[in-house]
């Protein structure tokens, strides 16, 4: 499977060690793939957005709060829930387009991965409606 030069950036970024947003360095031993700058920055932003209820996604004026305090406007949400669908019957992770496990929504690695996550915050909570 081809990567988006998005993706091979990010893929560089993260097995070098770096901030995958800003390719500086991470602090040592995190296991975020970003530096705290970046994550504070994103963190503000989220936060910004949110209060203002725009989307996530376009900063358009949202129409709809998620659970775990995702808000993305109609045109966002439809565009997400279409890829993942098509992913999906694609047998491909909507995460990271590796194949999915049989009988799974994602594959064995983000499995893992959403696993871990949802062990540390439990805010984030995606839930398939
Ligand atoms: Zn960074
Ligand atoms: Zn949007
Ligand atoms: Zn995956």
Do not use: F, W
Request: glycine share 6%; with cysteine.
């Amino acid at each position: 499977m081809a990567l988006t030069p998005r993706q091979e950036l990010y893929a560089r970024h993260k097995s070098a060690g770096l901030c995958v947003a800003c390719g500086g360095t991470r602090p040592e031993g995190s296991t975020r793939v970003q530096c705290d700058e970046c994550l504070a920055k994103k963190r503000a932003l989220r936060a910004k957005l949110i209060g203002e209820r725009l989307c996530l996604n376009c900063r358009r004026p949202a129409y709809a709060r998620r659970l775990g305090g995702r808000v993305l406007c109609a045109t966002c949400r439809n565009t997400e829930k279409r890829n993942r669908y098509a992913k999906l019957s694609a047998g491909i992770c909507q995460h990271c387009s590796r194949p999915v496990d049989p009988g799974k929504t994602a594959c064995r690695v983000c499995l893992d991965r959403t696993r871990n996550y949802h062990r540390r915050t439990r805010t984030e909570t995606e839930t398939d409606t």
